[in-house]
């Protein structure tokens, strides 16, 4: 669960990013985040991660409460987090496979663990064909996809998708977001997606949180197109 009471930030600047947020995302939802550039999406996102902490209020991810968490719980605080970055931040040295495996490396999981996990995540996001594959030699929607692999193989308990499909083109952008929606459907992960294609929110519907100027504008549930 993600929980925001009362959350204000400010920048050393001075600047006000975000005023006074009070928000709630249960376990299991689906929810798409989206505002114009300079809106308090990024700050958002960086108070999740534990990147900056809030100035004024309570923030609460997965359990853990980020206004007093101790630097040392930071670490595992981010495993039970998988992000999905624009520009995909793959190692351009290491193959499909060893891309995705990394994330459970860097965790100390046990051999066997990785070798029965990282077959099956890559299989999930279509890629098994793939896994000796280096990212140079992937399409655009390809490495994403290895991206979301990567975010998924530690079994998070919550994906943030940060403008997932800004470097893909439109079919592979709405084959990353269906993708996403299978993952929630299925494992019942929780999901928060950047986004500024209004497009792909319209298409897919569900729940809609507009931040406009460091607050919330909007947040209600709304039809998508792929339901008629």
Do not use: C, W
Not at 146 to 151: G, K, S
């Amino acid at each position: 669960m993600v929980e925001f009471r009362n959350v204000s930030y400010t920048y050393p600047t001075g600047q006000h990013a975000l005023n006074h947020i009070n928000l709630k995302i249960d376990d299991g939802e689906f929810a798409f985040i989206v505002g114009a550039n300079g809106a308090g999406k990024s700050t958002l996102i960086k108070l999740i991660l534990r990147e900056l902490t809030a100035t004024e209020g309570e923030v609460t991810v997965n359990g853990f409460n980020l206004s007093k968490m101790k630097k040392r719980m930071i670490p595992k605080l981010r495993r039970t987090i998988g992000v999905v970055f624009q520009d995909f931040r793959l190692i351009p040295t290491m193959n499909v496979y060893d891309n995705v495996a990394f994330a459970l490396r860097v965790t100390d999981a046990p051999t066997k663990y990785l070798r029965s996990r990282v077959p099956y995540v890559i299989g999930l996001v279509g890629l098994t064909q793939k896994a000796k594959s280096y990212p140079n030699d992937l399409s655009g929607g390809e490495q994403q996809r290895v991206a979301l692999a990567r975010a998924l193989v530690a079994d998070p308990d919550l994906i943030i998708a940060d403008e997932p499909t800004g470097n893909v083109d439109p079919a592979r952008s709405f084959e990353i977001v269906d993708l996403l929606k299978s993952i929630n459907d299925t494992a019942g992960t929780t999901v928060m997606m950047v986004t500024h294609q209004h497009d792909l929110v319209k298409y897919f519907g569900g729940r809609i949180i507009n931040i406009n100027s460091g607050t919330i504008a909007f947040d209600e549930v709304i039809g998508g197109a792929d339901e008629t």
